[in-house]
């Protein structure tokens, strides 16, 4: 089994990757999907989440209103640090049975946004990073999620720098272009892997 940790800043088009690597034949696991199903409601993720936060993080039909959380803890970083310590063990537990289930020749990918920031390169055989400037990130957050210019720089902001991702890249995947573009690099990257797989 080959492990990848693919990484990538708020809207560096890393999701578009993932998928392009899941086509190829990667097993993806998604750490931000599961940390979304962690704290769906009835799960004991969002009970701890709501005992430290309080009521106010809940939509009236009891689901997570992520963006009430989103605004509590990116602007404070002991509240993230709180959020941080009640979903990264249920996500990690999650992870360790998704990989459990892998084929033993499988190349699987772990989508980890926060991988500089949390210092995981060593769990992984080869970090793949999707880079973009700032400028392209902070378009593509206005132009795909409506996020206000002040918001989007603000996230990128929370994240580690862009020198801190490529620091710890084996693999660097530049997304500032065209589509077909990423699609080629994926396809070196994804003939890269398989190489690397052989080798075991």
């Known amino acids: 089994m080959l492990k990848i940790g693919l990484t990538g ?6 999701s578009e990757v993932s998928k392009r690597l899941a086509a190829r034949g990667a097993v993806v696991i998604d750490a931000d999907k599961i940390a979304r199903e962690v704290v769906e409601p009835g799960t004991p993720g969002l009970a701890r989440v709501v005992a430290t936060f309080g009521d106010e993080v809940l939509h009236p039909d009891g689901t997570l209103n992520r963006e009430k959380l989103g ?13 941080n310590a009640i979903v990264h063990p249920l996500v990690g537990e999650r992870v360790a049975h998704l990989q459990s289930e892998a084929a033993d020749d499988a190349i699987v990918v772990y989508d980890v946004p926060l991988l500089a920031e949390n210092k ?13 400037a700032d400028d ?8 795909h999620r409506g996020m206000a210019e002040a ?17 710890v890249a084996d693999i660097v995947v530049p997304n500032e272009g065209s589509l077909e573009e990423l699609d080629a690099r994926v396809r070196e990257v994804w003939d890269e892997l398989v190489r690397r797989a052989a080798r075991g």
């Open 71 to 83: 605004s509590i803890v990116f602007a404070d970083s002991e509240r993230l640090a709180a959020l």
């Open 151 to 167: 918001d989007a720089r603000a996230r990128i902001g929370a994240q580690a720098s862009r020198e801190d991702r490529l620091a």
């Open 120 to 132: 995981l390169a060593p769990m992984y055989d080869v970090v793949i990073v999707v880079d973009a």
């Open 136 to 143: 392209v990130r902070v378009r593509r957050l206005a132009e």
């Open 9 to 14: 800043g708020i809207g560096s088009g890393k």
